[in-house]
């Protein structure tokens, strides 16, 4: 089942005794269990009804004998287990699992990770449970994303609005929709949000960003670079040098990548690069024919050695701003 199909079901009232949410996308298990925690049980019935266990100071003992009551003055009592990943003794659920009582609805919550298919407590879940796994978005799914999230919100985005969020804050769900929902508190219903509301409300400008700056580098247009560098000293918080490292190693990885798929379709090569469309696959073409097989390499290697400065290696005085500039001017030249 999909997220929705399983909030469809909740809100019919068509519950499972047993729910299992694993997986490396963490905002459809919160938004699953945040619906049964608030929504399930009225106020009063909580009260008597509800339990919250943390898996790192949690015993499978105590849960499961919580887990066997019957409800007092309700239907059905929940109980659930946030962070199961950090439970030790995570398996010793497997007796309950494979006898649950059906007037509890258990949700298990295990983030970041999903739950290995192997071992006996995931075939008893697979035979008793639901069990829905979380997956994370490749970066070029993004975008269609956050602009049927925005759609649910009845708000539209441009297309290059919704691949500057993308691109700005990457696969993370849970950091994207807090960004999205300062859109929608503070714009309009029906608003066609475009790259200024962007930059108005979250704080990212379309000229003035990481994606920019890589697409400078690419290109090796100098004064772009050193003009959005200059900005980004000015502006520390806003872009990090950490941030700007991993983003451009992300780029010149998919750059030397490039290098030896050149002779590959274009779909072959998009593909590999997990890049949208074969439409934005033009920038790293261009970027392929500026930096040489040599020349990229040399650019990871500088990375690496700028991030390895960054965290105080072989850096006793030199500031961020100062690496940043360095680095930008070891790249172009």
């Not at 919160?30 to 898996?55: A, C, H, T």
């Not at 007796?95 to 009582?101: L, N, S």
């Not at 639901?130 to 999230?149: C, G, H, M, R, T």
């Not at 539209?156 to 929608?184: F, W």
């Amino acid at each position: 089942m999909t997220h929705q199909e399983i909030l469809k079901s909740l809100r019919a009232k068509q519950y499972k005794p047993v729910y299992f949410l694993h997986g490396d996308e963490s905002y459809y298990i919160d938004v699953i269990s945040k619906y049964i925690e608030e929504n399930v049980l009225s106020e009063g019935e909580r009260s008597f009804n509800q339990m919250v266990f943390y898996g790192k100071d949690s015993d499978a003992k105590t849960i499961i004998d919580t887990a066997s009551r019957y409800p007092m003055m309700s239907s059905h009592q929940v109980v659930i287990l946030k962070e199961a990943q950090e439970m030790k003794a995570l398996q010793d659920l497997q007796p309950y699992i494979e006898k649950a009582v059906p007037t509890t609805i258990f949700v298990i919550c295990h983030k970041h990770k999903k739950l290995d298919a192997r071992t006996k407590l995931a075939k008893a879940l697979k035979a008793n449970a639901l069990v829905f796994e979380s997956k994370k978005l490749y970066d070029n799914q993004v975008p269609d994303w956050i602009a049927s999230y925005l759609k649910s919100k009845k708000m539209t985005i441009s297309p290059d609005a919704a691949q500057l969020i993308a691109e700005y804050l990457g696969t993370n769900l849970s950091k994207i929709v807090n960004e999205l929902d300062k859109l929608v508190i503070n714009l309009s219903a029906g608003t066609a949000i475009n790259e200024k509301h962007i930059q108005d409300n979250i704080g990212i400008s379309k000229d003035f960003n990481v994606f920019e700056l890589q697409r400078a580098l690419g290109n090796r247009d100098v004064l772009k670079a050193n003009r959005i560098i200059n900005y980004f000293i000015a502006n520390p918080r806003k872009n990090p040098l950490v941030v700007v490292i991993g983003t451009l190693y992300n780029y010149f990885s998919k750059v030397f990548i490039f290098h030896f798929m050149r002779n590959r379709s274009d779909s072959e090569i998009s593909k590999a690069l997990k890049l949208r469309s074969d439409y934005f696959l033009k920038e790293y073409k261009i970027a392929a024919r500026n930096f040489n097989l040599s020349h990229t390499k040399r650019v990871i290697h500088l990375l690496k050695e700028y991030d390895l400065r960054s965290k105080g290696v072989d850096n006793d005085s030199t500031n961020e701003g100062e690496l940043m500039k360095e680095l930008v001017w070891k790249i172009l030249h």
